[in-house]
């Protein structure tokens, strides 16, 4: 029995001390405990008894509910708060209090006796903020290229909206081209070639070849200075992005600020140099004020777009048009109609006269004769041509119409369209043997290092399948299905999922392959980067206060 006197008296008095009554209980719930002044009683939280105060964390369970025993394993099923201050508070089961065992959830040690555990909070703490802040800095500069994704899927909407229009009238117009040509093809087929080759002698037809050549010429100019202007701007952005403004060149800084002036860039200084354009302002016009053009003059639209239809016109077709409107017979003419005048009686002796006198009319000039079947292909080929671009117009305008519907399609581009301007990026990653290409929202390859067979891994199928996940949520994102790859020997096709967290670059990380032909890629890309909750708050006034 001594040997055991010895030890109780040799262990700390701390070591017996009761719990303090609040020990363990929430912040939320520590104006609950305070005893009942009157009668030094306590109501348990249920409100179904009433004990002594002392009753509070002695280790005894009295209350149903368990809600006297905050700091102790006595009740089952509890939850024990560990302060941990100068870090984040949190629970943990109460039947781990009093156990023997440090928790890492209670850096403070207070699920222990005094002295058991080391209070690490401060440490743990400090450890834990600075990884925070790393991470909130990655999240924000991440949500700032995401803000330029958005705003380019906003502005590739405008961009096809207008396209759609366009074309919408350009195919009225072409309509009605094609309904002209049909009509010219038709009628040529009474034309002889000579005749054709006649007709193109005329000075109109020669005038109007000489005026197809010079827009010919013309646009072969305007398209070397446009490849030029647009190879001088890639030189100019360059700059713009790459130079010290701290340098002080002011030929540099002069050259920086006309370009930016000239093709209304904002101006850009050392936070922008590494971010994404941003979009533009509600305030700034979208497009710089153009000269006004004079009446039948040609926009910067209709150049670009429609001057390949124009020079590739067929003017022969176009001639003989013009032709048969000059030359063709006046509606009621009285040598065709004639028989409608004439008594019935002498109708047969006129139909026997009318051929002789119209092929002396012909032989004379005074009307266009019949030379008999003509080479009609050229019109035939002319309408062919334009029926088919008015065909090749329909189909791309059902295009441009479906993309528009897809930008903020919640199951494809994202609600807010951050994943449209990433449609057919590609990222590589090199793991020795092999480079694997993943070209988002299209297909995974596998390319070998040291010659040998490219493997298609898998076409894309959808983001996150499961059902626990709904399309929006930041978890759907975060996951990308490819499949039906090429088969492997003697086995199945290859799958590919490819799994996305929040990073200021598009990259990919690892590649396993998990079982034979199933593979798994890691990788980041700033559309997957929100801003921090904590800055929307401190946006509202609101102040978050984690510690």
């Not at 105060?53 to 708060?81: H, I, L, M, Q, R």
């Not at 010919?216 to 030189?235: C, F």
């Not at 978890?475 to 790859?485: A, I, L, P, R, T």
């Amino acid at each position: 029995m001594v040997p055991w006197a010895l030890l109780l008296c040799s262990l700390p008095l701390s070591a017996f001390s009761k719990p303090t009554k609040t020990l363990g209980v929430s912040p939320n719930l520590l104006s609950k405990y305070v005893p009942i002044a009157k009668t030094n009683t306590w109501k348990c939280l249920d409100g179904s008894k009433e004990i002594p105060w002392d009753f509070v964390n002695d280790d005894s369970c009295d209350c149903p509910d368990g809600s006297d025993e905050p700091g102790t394993s006595a009740c089952p099923n509890n939850k024990f708060y560990c302060q941990n201050e100068g870090h984040i508070g949190e629970f943990i089961s109460s039947s781990r209090v009093n156990d023997g065992l440090c928790e890492t959830q209670c850096c403070d040690g207070s699920d222990e006796q005094p002295g058991v555990c080391p209070n690490l909070c401060k440490e743990i703490g400090e450890e834990y903020r600075k990884k925070r802040d790393a991470e909130l800095k990655l999240q924000r500069a991440g949500a700032k290229v995401r803000s330029g994704y958005i705003a380019f899927a906003h502005q590739e909407k405008k961009r096809l909206q207008g396209e759609v229009e366009r074309l919408a009238e350009e195919i009225k117009a072409k309509e009605k081209e094609v309904d002209r040509l049909q009509d010219i093809a038709e009628r040529t087929e009474s034309l002889s070639q000579a005749a054709l080759e006649h007709k193109k002698e005329s000075p109109l037809y020669k005038s109007l070849i000489i005026h197809n050549n010079a827009l010919k010429s013309l646009q072969r100019e305007h398209k070397k200075h446009l490849e030029r202007e647009k190879a001088l701007g890639q030189i100019l952005d360059a700059l713009r992005t790459g130079y010290n403004p701290n340098y002080q060149d002011m030929a540099v800084l002069e050259a920086v600020r006309g370009w930016e002036e000239l093709a209304k860039l904002p101006h850009i200084n050392d936070v922008g140099k590494d971010s994404e354009a941003e979009k533009p302002s509600e305030n700034e016009s979208d497009e710089e004020e153009e000269e006004a053009l004079e009446e039948g003059m040609w926009d910067a639209g209709q150049l670009e777009h429609q001057l390949d239809g124009l020079i590739s016109t067929d003017y022969l077709s176009l001639l003989l048009e013009h032709e048969e409107y000059i030359n063709g017979p006046q509606e009621g003419s009285i040598l065709f109609e004639l028989a409608a005048y004439l008594p019935d009686s002498f109708i047969p002796v006129y139909e026997d006269v009318k051929d002789t006198l119209v092929s002396w009319l012909q032989k004379f000039g005074i009307v266009r004769g019949d030379d008999g079947a003509a080479d009609s292909s050229r019109a035939q080929q002319a309408y062919n041509d334009a029926k088919n671009e008015l065909d090749r117009m329909r189909t791309e305008l059902d295009t441009k119409e479906n993309d528009i519907k897809e930008i903020f399609n919640i199951n494809g581009f994202g609600a807010k369209g951050e994943w449209k301007k990433l449609d057919g990026t590609c990222l590589e990653k090199d793991t020795g043997d092999y480079t694997y290409e993943v070209c988002l929202f299209n297909e995974v390859k596998q390319k070998p290092n040291n010659g040998g067979t490219t493997f298609s891994l898998g076409k894309f199928e959808s983001w996150n399948p499961s059902s626990d996940v709904q399309p929006g949520q930041p978890e759907f994102y975060q996951k990308q299905v490819y499949k039906h790859g090429t088969r492997c020997w003697n086995g199945p096709e290859r799958n590919v999922v490819l799994r996305l967290s929040c990073g200021v670059e598009n990259a990919l990380l690892t590649v396993q392959e998990l079982e034979k032909c199933e593979y798994e890629i890691t990788g980041t890309s700033p559309a997957l980067c929100l801003p921090p909750e904590e800055d929307k708050k401190n946006g509202n006034g609101k102040k978050k206060d984690e510690l």
